[in-house]
C-alpha cells in the first residue's frame, strides 16, 4: 500500500535532489543527472497519482481500475505524463524570464531535451505502476 508518509518523503528527497542539482550546477557538469531525476519524478508522480486514487473520492476509483488493466496503464500514464507537459512548461518559463536576465542557467536545450525528459518520465511512472500493480492487491 501507498502511504502519505512514503509519498511525502520521496517527494522531499526528489526536491532536496533537484536543489543540490541546480545550486551546484550539477545539471551542467553532469549532464546524465537529468534522466534519472525525470525518471524519479515520474515515478513518484505514479505513486502519488495512484494514493490519491485510493484514500480519496474521485470519478476513478480503484475497483473501475481493477476490472481493466489498460484503463490502469492508460489513466496513470496520462496523469504522469499531464505533470510532466507542466514541468517542461516551468523549465521553458524559466529560460525565458530568469535565464534571459542571467539569473540562473538554461534547463531547455531543444526538442531533443523535451523528448527525453517526457520520455523519462513516463518510463518511470511506468515502472511505479507495474510494481504495484504486481505487488498489491489494491488495484
Known amino acids: 500500500m501507498v502511504s502519505s508518509k512514503s509519498v511525502l518523503i520521496f517527494l522531499i528527497t526528489i526536491l532536496l535532489l533537484h536543489f543540490a542539482a541546480t545550486f551546484n550546477y550539477w545539471y551542467w ?3 546524465w543527472l537529468d ?3 525525470h525518471f524519479l519524478g515520474g ?12 484514500n480519496y473520492q474521485f470519478p ?19 496523469f504522469v505524463a499531464l505533470i510532466g507537459i507542466f514541468w517542461e512548461f516551468y523549465e521553458f518559463s524559466n529560460d525565458i524570464f530568469l535565464s534571459s536576465k542571467n539569473y ?11 523528448m527525453g525528459d517526457l520520455f ?5 511512472g511506468m515502472v511505479f505502476a507495474v510494481i504495484f500493480k504486481l505487488f498489491s492487491r489494491n488495484i
Request: proline content about 2%; charged content about 10%.
Open 60 to 78: 476513478i476509483s480503484g475497483e473501475s481500475l481493477k476490472r481493466n488493466l489498460l484503463s490502469y496503464f492508460i489513466i496513470i500514464l496520462s
Open 43 to 54: 515515478f513518484w508522480t505514479a505513486m502519488a497519482f495512484i494514493y490519491l486514487i485510493l
Open 120 to 124: 523519462f518520465d513516463l518510463l518511470g
Open 104 to 114: 540562473t542557467q538554461i534547463f531547455q536545450q531543444g526538442a531533443a531535451d523535451t
Open 29 to 31: 557538469t553532469y549532464l
Open 35 to 37: 534522466i534519472p531525476m
